[in-house]
């Protein structure tokens, strides 16, 4: 159902670090399930429109006011690592 | 009569009367979680001092004769994964153990302004994703009715809490089942509104089309009192439906006339235990000795409804789940020793001369998210965000998202359809009742399984509820489930009022509850 | 331009930020330059539990914009979130339109670059997104580090993006003129490069002809990090130049290597390669199911075509019909927006003299207007009073020295025409009063007299000389009309 090199690819794309084993273990549960979701196919769904919201609501808008934003110290508050100003992370630009 | 006798209910009215105070309600609600609490394990965090302030200050203001809100004075719990200015809001999870949010949830917001005593916040699955409360990172919790079985989940906490008489009333959320299924196991009343009925501005997401926040209490009558506080249209939630509330609170004890109900042929077939089967049959005759018409009606979609579900929601989640890379907020691997560790392995590879393994070797960053996530996360969470990538993922999409989205709108018309025939589907909530402990905690697709029932109504976003209609031979409380076309939460609750009235499941309590006390 | 042995193919990929007062989805401020993260709230951080909700009149500026660039209107349009990871996108998606786009089609006509016309640009969709943060690089902490800053996080942006119809970087930056220009008027952008409210990256090959009259394309490379019109400019034409010498070298065409992404490095005038990584390209599209859709109806578009008002390419026209101004005296009048070329066709109406308001227009008041940072419309002198001094030059009442003076003073002490003349102490010279000099002195100059007669116009020079002496008032060209005409009147 998929193969132990596409969890690895998605492990990426997902931005998970698996153990080997723990890939392993996903290779296995993701393909029962997969496999269990390939009851879909016996569905007929040609020329049936795709529902994504469960509301069919459109238009809702807000209108162009500016709001007070959050105090800096609140909004940095809950960040695990900063200085004064900034969100601080390991450069964005490639190698370390 | 013991104050955890009364429902919410009569306690409001003992409140607006005078004869009990706040104080003496915040008092043996905070009683009840100190004795039993440690046993059932329902909340990740209470907030005593607090709650005292405030049921003092209430006192005050009824002493004083002012006008206070619709729940002045009543202890609520709240689900952890709904925002709380100020204080921790987890989600039962490690990634955000230590979050603060610097904002109330629309539905916080609305309880503040009825008055209502937020005495602490409930254990749930990590994310919600789960449904038996064993996933979350932070805390166990268990079945009142027999402590070594699940209490359901995700709202797990949110369900024992009521079953144990600790709060009258309790709030959680509902994607596939969360409100319902622990309702139904732990033999409370959990009502899942319709989407877009109650804002969803401050629940933290796991899959935004689907979740719902919604009520748990004893009974229909009480769930019809806090949701009444907790629905209405919300500007900050662009899916909020605007339309006005009905006073459920008061046209709940109504009697609904010419009530037509309808049941399902496969939700009372092949995989439902006898017990479950018993009871839910037992309910119907109930309804049909109350006058209303009982027929069958078809879900021709619904077997499909589980893997449509999971894909659905698992994307979503996926996205939804992306924010949590450590660097806003939220749990961070240690950086040192993530960049000692891609130091080691740029040097083995260097070593071995494997060029192409070196150009794919993460950079520091992308090592900090993975890293981060993989601790930050249990292995559920970890699971659905895997199963969302791939279904969203070049090449799937059209096989698994796309077309789990069309099925979507089969199983919507299918209910559709059948709501042209009748004004409510009865059934059972879940298959079984509640299971052991760790039972089924590491086979994932039997547990995606056990929601079969629950969640097409999600899918079609319609209202639904789940109340006590029996007790397996092994003394476990069984549910009964009730749906309902969109916006008709007042059908839904006159319905099951009914039925509260002609039976007595919903007053029966844990064992635990007067072994303990006989004790103490 | 020299003859070049290709055909350079570009297409534009252009990111404007919106001139919304709060952000797409919060009311945080949009305002350019505030410190580090003081304009964020839970929404544009992204935190748990948060929600999105449109901002109207965002979608009312795309609706726009599509309107004037000739695209056809979706009817219908819904949002979908592109999931990558960066750490300037707080919510690990971002939120833009993927299949149902806002606008569609469409065109924008440039000015030709070498004067030649009009170049039809085809514009293949515009949608609404919104912007990331901002990073940037550390190196002071000791090791190599970023810091985020998310005050830009959530600002409308509208993504325009061209067919590769583009023939030259000239032409490309002709476009990106065009498109300001035209933005500016719709107050949709304000289309600033420096402070990132208008951010372009370009696809480019080239079509290299071969001897069969086929021709081979060359592999297309993304353009990126381009930070003004003229370094757009710069790097296409390094970068064709580039492309037709690797081609010679490698013979690699279109579809034998992957799609390359350069970025221009203006100290060094040249692009470089610039690492992507493949897997970044899967961005799982999916439809926000946080947000509805929109949809629009005939009455409400043809409501904000109404609030279109007159375009530039439109109000050019209008210039060099009604007032028979050239390409290039409309174009530097229509670039100044739309309240300067309202201030130009009072003046010229007024005056009624188009190519003399074009000239004071364009060198007086834009002068002055540049010298002291101001816009026209804190300009101190009106329309109507330019144009009453604008009369007088032509009455020949003042000369243009003295108009300037005039106008220098009207300007700085905000004084009408006839003010400044008094304050500046400048004495009209009475018209019969000029005529009794000037005869005068050809009376008393019978060689210069001699010499005009005999073809020499010239001659009168020292006669204007001799009358400023007399009367330093006089208008010296003035003088020298009224001293041919006397002397014509007495020839025939
Ligand atoms: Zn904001």
Redesign the interface.
């Given at each position: 159902m998929?193969s132990l090199a596409?969890?690895e690819?998605?492990?990426?794309?997902?931005?998970?670090?698996?153990t080997p084993a723990?890939s392993q273990q996903?290779t296995e549960?993701?393909g029962?399930?997969?496999e269990?979701?390939s009851?879909?196919?016996e569905?007929n769904?040609e020329n049936?429109?795709?529902?994504?919201?469960?509301?069919?609501?459109?238009?809702?808008?807000?209108?162009?006011?500016?709001?007070?934003?959050?105090d800096?110290e609140?909004?940095?508050?809950?960040?695990?690592?900063r200085?004064e100003?900034?969100?601080?992370?390991?450069?964005?630009?490639?190698?370390? | 009569m013991s104050l955890s006798e009364l429902t919410a209910s009569q306690l409001l009215q003992q409140l607006r009367e005078g004869r009990i105070k706040a104080v003496e309600v915040v008092a043996h609600s905070l009683r009840q979680i100190d004795q039993y609490d440690p046993t059932v394990g329902a909340f990740l965090r209470v907030n005593r001092d607090h709650a005292f302030a405030q049921a003092e200050e209430i006192d005050r203001r009824r002493s004083r004769g002012e006008k206070l809100g619709k729940l002045a004075g009543l202890p609520v719990a709240v689900k952890d994964n709904i925002c709380t200015q100020g204080e921790p809001t987890t989600c039962a999870s490690r990634m955000l153990k230590r979050f603060v949010p610097p904002y109330d949830a629309t539905v916080i917001a609305r309880l503040k302004a009825a008055d209502a005593i937020i005495v602490g916040k409930t254990n749930l699955d990590e994310f919600a994703m789960g449904g038996s409360t064993e996933t979350s990172a932070l805390g166990r919790t268990c079945n009142p009715w027999d402590v070594t079985r699940i209490p359901g989940g995700s709202s797990g906490g949110a369900a024992a809490c009521v079953a144990a008489r600790m709060v009258p009333l309790s709030v959680g959320s509902d994607t596939g089942g969360s409100i319902r299924q622990p309702a139904a196991l732990c033999g409370v009343t959990g009502l899942k509104p319709t989407y877009g009925r109650v804002s969803r501005f401050g629940l933290v997401a796991f899959a935004s089309s689907l979740d719902q926040i919604g009520p748990l209490a004893q009974t229909a009558e009480d769930c019809a009192l806090l949701l009444e506080v907790l629905a209405g249209h919300d500007p900050k939630d662009a899916t909020s439906i605007p339309q006005p509330v009905p006073p459920f609170s008061e046209t709940v004890r109504q009697p609904l006339e010419g009530l037509r109900v309808g049941w399902v042929r496969e939700h009372l077939g092949e995989g439902v235990s006898p017990s479950v089967l018993a009871a839910i049959q037992e309910a119907i005759k109930v309804f049909q000795s109350l006058g209303a018409k009982v027929e069958e009606v078809e879900l021709p979609h619904a077997r499909y409804a589980v893997a449509t579900y999971y894909i659905i929601a698992c994307s979503e989640a996926s996205s939804n789940l992306a924010r949590y890379d450590g660097v806003h907020y939220g749990y961070r691997t240690d950086e040192k020793a993530m960049l000692a560790e891609l130091a080691e392995e740029r040097r083995v590879l260097q070593q071995q001369g494997k060029s192409e393994a070196l150009e794919d070797l993460d950079t520091a960053l992308v090592r900090m998210y993975r890293k981060t996530r993989a601790e930050g996360f249990g292995a559920e969470v970890k699971r659905r965000i895997m199963l969302g990538t791939y279904a969203l993922s070049a090449g799937y999409y059209d096989a698994y998202y796309l077309k789990a989205l069309k099925v979507r709108r089969l199983i919507r018309q299918d209910y559709d359809k059948a709501f042209q025939k009748v004004h409510v589907i009865v059934g059972p909530v879940t298959p079984t009742p509640a299971f052991a402990l760790g039972e089924k905690i590491n086979d994932p697709l039997a547990m995606y399984l056990f929601d079969l029932f629950t969640v097409g109504t999600n899918l079609a976003g319609l209202p639904a509820i789940s109340i006590p209609c029996g007790f397996s031979e092994d003394g476990m409380p069984i549910g009964l489930h009730l749906q309902a076309p969109p916006l008709e939460e007042e059908t839904l609750l006159r319905a099951a009022h009914m039925f509260q009235q002609v039976t007595d499941w919903h007053r029966r309590r844990p064992p635990l509850l007067d072994r303990q006390a006989v004790a103490t | 331009m020299a003859e070049q042995p290709y055909t350079i193919v570009i297409g534009l990929e252009v990111h404007v930020q919106l001139l919304t007062e709060s952000k797409l989805f919060c009311g945080c401020s949009t305002k350019f330059g505030a410190p580090p993260n003081t304009q964020t709230c839970p929404i544009c951080i992204g935190m748990p539990g948060v929600l999105p909700v449109m901002n109207r009149r965002a979608v009312e500026l795309a609706v726009k914009t599509g309107l004037a660039l000739n695209c056809e209107i979706a009817r219908f349009s819904k949002w979908d979130r592109k999931n990558y990871y960066y750490p300037d996108l707080p919510k690990g998606f971002q939120i833009s339109q993927y299949d149902l786009p806002i606008c569609r089609g469409g065109y924008l006509d440039v000015p030709s670059p070498n004067r030649e016309g009009m170049r039809r640009i085809r514009i293949i969709r515009v949608h609404l997104e919104e912007d990331a943060g901002k990073s940037m690089h550390d190196e002071k902490a000791g090791r190599a580090d970023s810091r985020i800053d998310l005050n830009r996080a959530g600002t409308p942006l509208l993504e325009i993006v061209t067919q590769p119809d583009i023939r030259s970087p000239a032409e490309a930056k002709a476009f990106l003129t065009e498109l300001k220009l035209l933005l500016n008027y719709l107050e949709v952008s304000d289309c600033n490069m420096q402070e990132g409210s208008l951010r372009v990256d370009a696809n480019i090959n080239l079509h290299i002809p071969t001897e069969d009259g086929q021709y081979v394309a060359t592999p297309i490379v993304e353009v990126k990090n381009m930070n003004s019109f003229r370094a757009v400019e710069r790097a296409l034409t390094y970068e064709a130049q580039r492309q037709y010498e690797a081609f010679l070298e490698t013979g690699h065409r279109l579809g034998d290597v992957p799609k390359q992404t350069r970025g221009w490095d203006e100290d060094a005038q040249l692009t470089r390669p610039q690492r992507s990584k493949e897997e970044s390209s899967d961005y799982r599209y999916f439809p926000e199911p946080d947000l509805v859709p929109v949809t629009v109806t005939d009455a409400e578009l043809e409501a904000l075509r109404q609030q279109l008002g007159e375009l530039p390419a439109d109000i050019r026209r209008r210039l060099q019909e009604t007032y028979h101004l050239n390409d290039y005296d409309s174009d530097v009048i229509v670039n100044q927006g739309r309240a300067f070329v309202d201030y130009f066709c009072q003046l010229a109406d007024t005056c009624g003299d188009g190519k003399m308001a074009a000239n004071w227009a364009q060198q007086d008041v834009l002068r002055t207007l540049n010298e002291r940072d101001w816009t026209i419309t804190q300009f101190p002198i009106s329309a109507a009073e330019l144009a009453r001094l604008l009369c007088r030059v032509k009455s020949g009442e003042l000369d243009t020295a003295k108009a300037r003076m005039v106008f220098g003073h009207m300007v700085d002490h905000q004084a009408t025409v006839d003010e400044a003349i008094q304050s500046l102490g400048i004495v009209q010279v009475d018209e019969t009063e000029l005529r009794q000099l000037c005869a005068e002195l050809l009376a008393s100059n019978p060689k210069v007299v001699a010499e005009v007669k005999s073809g020499k116009d010239k001659a009168i020079g020292s006669l204007v000389g001799q009358a400023k002496k007399r009367n330093p008032h006089v208008n010296p060209a003035r003088v020298k009309e009224i001293c041919l005409e006397l002397i014509r009147q007495e020839t025939t």
């Open positions: 998929i596409e969890i690819k998605v492990a990426v794309l997902a931005r998970l670090l698996l723990e996903m549960q993701l029962k399930i997969l269990y979701m009851l879909l196919n569905v769904t049936v429109e795709p529902l994504a919201h469960a509301v069919e609501l459109t238009n809702v808008f807000r209108e162009d006011r500016v709001t007070p934003s959050l800096r609140m909004a940095l508050a809950n960040a695990p690592h200085d100003e900034c969100y601080r992370v390991p450069a964005v630009l490639g190698e370390v | - | -």
